[in-house]
């Protein structure tokens, strides 16, 4: 008989005992002083913890930013404003005047991993190492999946000095220092304290961030508590512990902190807003770049390669009305980028409701209700970050359809579309089901991921995800300008003009963006979220 | 007696087999990519190739499907592609959590349904039949899921009277038979008691009616025996048919409910294979597959052997 049904029977002799032991523990339990904050996060696991972690941009507010550090942090403890780069583990770096490509590092002195060693800039050669340099001992190939994509720019590496390193770019490129906030620093000594088992260590993680891991149940929780020797005072943890509890269903997640066995949650299920707020729980969201599109193939025979039809199809959806099915939980797109981005711009093309002026560009396309255009849109039908991916097509659909555009959906689930996208609109897999656009939500939060991966001819497949293999001469100079560019101001004025651009285009369908939507019990104070997937944990403070 | 022990034994090694294969060939099949549970989705073609090789994907399946057999067969079901833990770990941790729901949500419902089933059955075409037989359907009708949030809503958001979700206050790592950590388990085994209950309720009901229609069971009253007694043979009659039925009924609880444990967050087998079949963790989804296939082989096996100790005609056959 299993150890646990032999402890059941033996518990269900001793229960009364056991109710009144366990009424008078409670009752005599003494108050603690530790405050605690129970985090319900929407993924199915706890990501990584050894250094990368898995599941996307969002993994990095919990495994991420808490345990480690990047050489360049995203300032993501402000939420009034768009963050920028700011000094992580480098408090200073720049590119070499002589050689562009060359960027010079000086790293912060008399920071400690939570092990006690020291971080030098041997640390820094080593973790490089660890994730591209597969004959190294300390090689993971689960951490170098996940953050090779991120910093494709690198090149070489080498120590210069104790505190100061040396990376080479493959060409000129100033918006390397984005790429940084990815790369985080885990530490060599307990690498080899451990055993020089990366499985291993994620259960005995060591960086040199704000929190330090107490304890992981895989799949169930990671509790995380203060480090108080941070070197950073503004970000020491204003919580002693969090406790990260994975529930991927939402309404489960939502019942979670109705019931009180959370205290804040992500992204809680649209319909139970209201509900949340009467009940005194605050609904916290931001400007987030997140954007979800119907991205068009411009190949020869898409039927959105007429700009007429492009735009027509940005002025038929009443983006207010998707707002509100989402109960608030999102805004109108005005283009690839919010508004409030420095790389914004001013585009001419305005994204609005215009259905009468819809109507006339699909007529001068040739196209009416009677005589609509045909198009196939290969969507998925739901998962992380597509919203309510499949209301929200049948939304656009029925829009589309006043103005002459008859869409048809190609449903998969998500891990099969991000096939169909990495593999580009040329491929036979959408050439031959007659797949002209693909409806997948995108991260936007640094230039590359908002603007350069979609609109670089060089990103066609499958060097990227240029997916609708869009190609301008013009756009390709200002972005080859760009990687030359190294003054911040004039780089944002550069890719304010690639935003104009596509807007000015109508390269994609733009529906709304996501705003991250957090919902939080009114013992929750002084968490701000920052407009951007990257959130700091910790401003969370429990009373 | 041996016989019939070594020809069940027997049967056994061929189903596996071919439950090796078929749960091998269906991951395989199925549309999508088993490394976007290690890869961004955006990775680069040369970054997605190169750990195709590392993980052994590029290989034929045939030569993929011979070295996880022989690796199996050895105890060892690999390891997790997104977590890189060992597959036979997560399995049997997820396996034991699912079996403590199993047996509490199964014990439930089994002592439900036959308490049902047999009122149903002795008070055949009557108003207690009717309630008893509606109660069942109701039981076999409703969505699992439906139910589970109905509970949840009821019971945990609107009442605060149990926990919503998870296996304990300190998850299921440290679970100990504790008030806090038993009422984590009502929800989820009420949930999941209610099909077995319905069906175990239909199918006692059914034998009882037919057994006190038969000729013995008049035979024992004209014998003056009282109605306690006459039901007693009545029972040894209908457990063989009601205990097969438990048996496939208690394989499907441990092979876990992927909507009552999604719907609960509650670490089992079903939250795993949730969580496998969208991560496409091929390894950890084949391994999952494979132990609960056994389990159900290994239970349907018990109950063959236990049946005939039960019933004296199966040892006379």
Redesign the interface.
């Known amino acids: 008989m299993p150890k646990k049904l032999r402890d059941l029977f033996r518990w269900l002799a001793a229960l009364p005992l056991t109710v009144v032991i366990t009424i008078q523990t409670i009752a005599a339990a003494p108050a603690t002083a530790e405050t605690v904050a129970r985090y319900g996060i929407s993924m199915a696991d706890i990501p990584l913890t050894t250094g990368q972690p898995d599941r996307g941009a969002g993994a990095y507010q919990f495994t991420g930013h808490t345990l480690y550090d990047p050489l360049i942090a995203w300032e993501a403890n402000v939420g009034d404003r768009p963050g920028k780069l700011v000094p992580g583990l480098a408090t200073e770096w720049k590119p070499d005047a002589k050689d562009p490509n060359r960027w010079v590092f000086t790293l912060r002195k008399g920071v400690k991993f939570h092990d006690g060693s020291t971080f030098n800039a041997d640390a820094v050669i080593w973790n490089l190492a660890k994730v591209l340099d597969d004959k190294s001992p300390q090689f993971d190939p689960k951490q170098a999946a996940q953050v090779r994509p991120r910093i494709p720019s690198v090149a070489g590496y080498r120590k210069i000095d104790a505190f100061t390193v040396e990376i080479t770019t493959k060409e000129p490129n100033s918006l390397f220092p984005y790429e940084l906030p990815w790369f985080l620093i885990s530490s060599p000594a307990q690498f080899e304290a451990i055993g020089r088992d990366w499985d291993k260590v994620a259960s005995h993680p060591s960086g040199t961030g704000p929190f330090k891991l107490d304890k992981l149940v895989p799949r169930e929780r990671a509790e995380l508590v203060r480090n108080p020797d941070y070197w950073d005072p503004q970000r020491r943890p204003q919580t002693d512990r969090i406790i990260l509890l994975p529930i991927p269903d939402a309404l489960t997640r939502t019942n979670a902190l109705l019931t009180g066995q959370v205290d804040i949650i992500e992204a809680p299920a649209p319909d139970t807003v209201p509900q949340l707020e009467k009940s005194g729980f605050r609904i916290v969201k931001n400007v987030t770049p997140h954007v979800w599109p119907y991205h068009f193939s411009l190949l020869p025979g898409s039927p959105w390669q007429d700009i007429r039809v492009r735009k027509a199809a940005n002025l038929a959806i009443d983006r207010s009305a998707i707002v509100a099915l989402l109960n608030g939980l999102a805004t109108p797109a005005k283009g690839q980028l919010d508004p409030s981005s420095p790389w914004f711009g001013k585009p001419s093309f305005d994204i609005r409701y215009d259905p009468d002026e819809a109507r006339r560009l699909m007529k001068e396309a040739g196209y009416s209700k009677d005589k609509p255009l045909k198009a196939k849109i290969i969507i998925a039908q739901g998962g992380t970050g597509q919203m309510l991916s499949l209301p929200m097509n049948e939304f656009v659909q029925q829009s589309l359809a006043e103005i002459g555009i008859d869409i048809d959906f190609e449903v998969v689930e998500l891990e099969n579309l991000y096939l169909h996208w990495r593999a580009g609109a040329n491929a036979e897999m959408n050439k031959d089901k007659g797949i002209t656009a693909i409806n997948l939500a995108y991260v936007t939060a640094d230039p590359f991921y908002a603007l350069v991966r979609f609109m670089d001819s060089h990103y066609v497949a499958p060097n990227g995800v240029n997916w609708g293999w869009y190609k301008d001469d013009a756009v390709d100079a200002i972005l080859a300008k760009n990687k030359t560019t190294f003054d911040t101001r004039r780089q944002d004025e550069n890719l304010a003009r690639i935003h104009e651009y596509m807007v000015n285009n109508a390269l994609m369908l733009w529906v709304v963006h996501d705003v991250n939507p957090h919902a939080l019990s009114p013992r929750v104070k002084g968490f701000v979220q920052a407009q951007h997937w990257f959130q700091d944990l910790t401003t969370i403070r429990v009373e | 007696m041996l016989g019939y022990l070594l020809k069940r034994l027997t049967y056994t090694v061929p189903i596996t087999l071919a439950v090796t294969v078929v749960c091998f060939l269906l991951v395989h099949i199925a549309?999508?990519?088993p490394?976007?549970?290690?890869?961004?989705?955006?990775?680069?073609?040369e970054?997605?190739e190169?750990?195709k090789a590392?993980y052994g994907f590029d290989r034929p399946l045939p030569v993929q499907y011979a070295k996880w057999l022989g690796r199996a067969v050895a105890g060892d079901l690999g390891r997790s592609v997104?977590?890189?833990?060992p597959v036979a770990g997560?399995v049997l941790s997820a396996v034991?959590n699912t079996?403590?729901l199993a047996?509490?949500g199964g014990a439930a419902g089994f002592l439900g349904g036959t308490l049902l089933g047999c009122l149903a059955g002795y008070f055949h075409k009557t108003r207690i039949d009717r309630v008893a037989s509606a109660i069942s359907v109701v039981g076999v009708s409703v969505p699992h899921y439906w139910l589970g949030?109905l509970l949840?809503?009821i019971f945990?958001?609107r009442l605060?009277w149990?926990?919503?979700?998870?296996?304990g206050p300190g998850?299921?790592?440290n679970?100990?038979?504790?008030?806090?950590h038993?009422r984590h388990l009502v929800l989820p085994a009420i949930t999941l008691s209610v099909i077995p209950m319905g069906i175990i309720t239909r199918t006692v009901r059914a034998l009882v009616a037919e057994v006190l229609s038969q000729e013995f069971v008049q035979a024992l009253r004209a014998k003056g025996l009282r109605d306690g007694q006459v039901f007693t043979h009545v029972a040894k009659n209908v457990a063989p048919t009601a205990l097969a039925v438990m048996g496939v009924q208690l394989g499907y609880l441990i092979g876990g409910s992927i909507l009552v444990e999604?719907?609960?967050?509650w670490?089992g087998t079903g939250?795993?294979l949730?969580?496998a079949i969208?991560?496409?963790d091929l390894p950890l989804l084949q391994g999952a597959i494979l132990v609960l296939c056994l389990v159900f082989v290994g239970l349907n096996l018990l109950v063959d052997l236990i049946q005939p100790f039960i019933d004296p005609r199966m040892r006379r056959n």
């Open positions: 549309p999508g990519d490394l976007n549970a290690v890869a961004p989705a955006d990775a680069p073609a970054v997605v190169a750990l590392a997104a977590t890189g833990r997560e034991g079996l403590l047996v509490v949030l949840t809503i945990s958001a605060n149990l926990p919503a979700m998870g296996a998850g299921s790592g679970w100990t038979w504790d008030l806090a038993a999604t719907v609960f967050a670490p939250f795993l949730n969580i969208f991560q496409r």
